[in-house]
């Protein structure tokens, strides 16, 4: 019986160490694993915050592209851009660099990589240098692509024009004088004194489902002058309630929310930034071409937002690494721009998609 008892009490505590080294093996490996989520986040919040940093020097550069690469890359000692330098920094424990690389004669690609522990995370991604700028005297056509929304929503134009020593007398859509008036009265010029913002314009009123003639439009008493700086954005109106009203004199209050193609600082113009919810992509072919994808929803973060943009659809939201996981907008639909699809439980930037286009018209402009 003593051997038996022993057998018995040596079995149990066996058991009871295998358990218990089960018990902690299992415990290190739900560590490891969280220990690779926390790095994995902390790696693509430092190169997103790396990326945030070559843009806005990119951005500082204007329409100069060797002063952009220069910008982030430094120079060489006859003070040419270094195009195999690169930006480094150290942010929040761990690690990046940012690289800015000439595409064509419209695109800076941006390489953001950050580095936390173990974990690595690269962005990749294009930057327009002259983002929704006039290059000649032109007319604009926007025309709408696709249209999948609930919501009703109306299209703006806003537009800063160079300063030039005086108030711009090309004020558009402002066709008779007492809206000439009106326009000469509200506008206002920036801090640094280089840009005069004019009121809003409507180029579209509000609706949904467009067809037929609302398909494409070219206003004919709005020609834009070089230098221009646009900012187009939507109205939304989520329960049609200005469905064709025209609008000659905007009014904020008449729409429930403003998404915008571009975010202004009024300090500093050239810092103009692609809104949260709009996603801008250039043509890759017309350097005065551009596709603008809107969101027309507020019902996610800025965060679901912004990942979407850089790194496609992906799956269900990673609360965790903040993140739908997706690896690249692969696809290309017939124009050439990124493949948008329609979702409900994740931003899509398929609610309202215009395609907004400056057409050089030089001495056969009329305003």
């Known amino acids: ?60 550069a204007g329409d100069d592209l060797s002063l952009a690469i220069s910008n982030v890359n ?87 024009v160079p300063n030039k ?9 402002f066709g008779n004088d007492e809206l000439k008036g009106y326009a000469l009265g509200k506008m206002i010029l920036t ?27 070219t206003p004919d008493n709005i020609v834009l002058s070089p230098g221009t700086r646009t900012n187009f954005f939507i109205g939304v109106d989520k329960d049609c309630s200005e469905e064709g009203v025209w609008e000659e004199q905007y009014d904020e209050s008449r729409y429930d929310w403003i998404h915008n193609a571009l975010e202004e600082d009024t300090e500093n113009l050239e810092d103009l930034q692609e809104g949260p919810y709009a996603m801008i992509e250039a043509h890759a072919t017309d350097a005065q071409k551009w596709r603008i994808a809107f969101e027309d929803l507020r019902s996610f973060s800025v965060k679901q937002h912004e990942d979407i943009k850089a790194y496609g659809y992906g799956g269900s939201w990673d609360a965790d690494l903040q993140t739908y996981g997706g690896s690249g907008w692969t696809e290309k639909d017939a124009m050439g721009y990124r493949k948008l699809k329609d979702f409900g439980n994740k931003p899509d930037f398929s609610d309202q998609v215009i395609q907004v286009t400056f057409n050089a018209c030089s001495g056969s402009c009329q305003n």
């Open 191 to 217: 801090d640094d004194e280089k840009y005069w913002i004019l009121p809003p314009e409507m180029i579209l009123n509000s609706g949904h489902n467009r067809e037929g003639d609302e398909l494409r439009v």
């Open 74 to 160: 430094g120079v060489l000692s006859n003070g040419a851009p270094d195009h195999k330098g690169e930006l480094t920094g150290i942010y929040q424990g761990g690690n990046y660099a940012a690289q800015a690389f000439t595409v064509d004669g419209q695109n800076v690609k941006i390489r953001a990589t950050g580095w936390f522990g173990d974990a690595e995370h690269i962005i990749n991604e294009n930057y327009y240098v002259g983002m929704l700028t006039v290059k000649d005297s032109s007319k604009v056509t926007i025309e709408f692509l696709e249209s999948m929304a609930g919501y009703c929503s109306a299209v703006f134009l806003q537009r800063f």
């Open 1 to 60: 019986m003593g051997n038996g008892l022993l057998i018995i009490v040596f079995g149990a505590v066996l058991a009871a160490t295998v358990l218990s080294f089960q018990q902690k093996q299992t415990a290190l490996a739900t560590t490891e694993r969280q220990t690779e989520y926390e790095e994995e986040v902390l790696a693509r919040e430092i190169a997103r915050s790396a990326y945030s940093i070559a843009k806005k020097l990119v951005q500082s």
């Open 165 to 173: 020593g005086g108030k711009p007398t090309m004020t558009g859509n």
